[in-house]
């Protein structure tokens, strides 16, 4: 019998064939990078970044190890108090949070294609959350807008990624990804279907990194131009503008938005604090009684009249699945944009 071969991603290939070979441990690494810098944490901070929570705050760290001492984007290792690695990250000079951490340890020693190379790390993290999402069934027939990256639950933090239909509106709110913007956008855009990016610096909090970005639309993207889109979410098409709050829609609050469906039919529903109108547009079309309502023109006429625009047809068709929260971090939850 004849087995069919076996095709696997390209960074795992790499990954099987590094540790068919003998085993590097990040110090071991570390030993060929000339001027690599040491973050030695205080005693007893150890464990909290060990068990996984990624932002060394600089009251945990007891001195930095380096001539010359690193500079905001630098690749560091993060060590114990004896000075042995227990991961690496990205530092940050200003910033209260001194060190993302990238990679722990023992993960760099299991596969070290990408220890202390942002370049391969940001690839292959990517590659992760592109499949995370496909195995979601994101984007789908009836929703095309959804979080690519989601900071620290897709282990990137300061990063956000949100895909609306064929536009990829970036959220940076960090140095580090400043720093690497070329590459960042050049993984956006090898995204199937998207054809435009929008690079949006949260100006404000990169004030806190160290990065004064005085104009915001001076960094945006050359490849942006597009101020709105239309995305549909559950069956329901938006007009989302791509200069309005976060990063254009809130779309965490899908699957909630899509519960108000199930729940609200018959009902008198309150929508008070709207921006989208999402959850207000849910509720309706689960009151509609009107036969017309497979083409859901009738729950958008009145909000169409006061809007001046004018109506063809409405295609019918907790955080959501493409918001992972990392485990060991479970307060990023509410540090994401």
Excluded at 170 to 191: D, F, M, N, T
Aim: charged share 25%; aromatic share 6%.
């Amino acid at each position: 019998m004849i087995l069919p071969k076996l095709q696997l991603p390209t960074h795992l290939v790499k990954s099987f064939s590094c540790s068919a070979a003998k085993t590097t441990t990040l110090q071991e690494i570390a030993a060929n990078r000339k001027g690599l810098a040491r973050v030695v944490l205080k005693k007893g901070k150890t464990q909290l970044f060990r068990d996984g929570s990624p932002m060394v705050y600089s009251g945990a760290v007891d001195r930095i190890v380096g001539r010359p001492p690193p500079k905001t984007g630098d690749t560091v290792l993060v060590a114990d108090g004896t000075e042995k690695p227990i991961g690496w990250g990205v530092y940050n000079s200003v910033s209260m949070f001194c060190v993302r951490l990238m990679q722990l340890e023992e993960e760099a020693t299991r596969d070290p294609y990408c220890a202390l190379d942002m370049e391969r790390l940001i690839e292959i993290r990517f590659d992760a959350a592109v499949e995370l999402r496909k195995r979601m069934g994101l984007p789908s027939a009836d929703t095309n807008a959804y979080r690519l990256v989601n900071s620290e639950g897709d282990r990137l933090s300061g990063l956000i990624v949100d895909v609306f239909g064929d536009v990829a509106v970036v959220a940076s709110s960090a140095a580090w990804v400043e720093k690497y913007k070329q590459e960042i956008e050049l993984h956006v855009g090898r995204i199937n279907g998207v054809n435009h990016v929008n690079w949006r610096p949260s100006v404000d909090i990169l004030k806190e990194e160290g990065l004064d970005i005085l104009d915001s639309k001076e960094k945006t993207s050359p490849y942006t131009g597009r101020v709105k889109c239309m995305v549909m979410e559950n069956g329901v098409c938006y007009l989302v503008s791509l200069e309005g709050q976060r990063t254009g829609i809130y779309a965490d609050q899908r699957e909630n938005r899509h519960l108000i469906s199930l729940i609200s039919k018959d009902q008198k529903v309150p929508d008070v604090c709207c921006y989208i109108c999402g959850f207000g547009f849910e509720a309706a079309l689960a009151s509609c009684q009107c036969n017309r309502c497979r083409c859901r023109i009738c729950l958008f006429q009145g909000a169409a009249s006061i809007a001046q625009r004018k109506i063809t047809v409405v295609g019918q068709a907790g955080a959501t699945c493409d918001h992972p929260i990392d485990p060991a971090y479970p307060e990023g939850a509410c540090l994401t944009n």
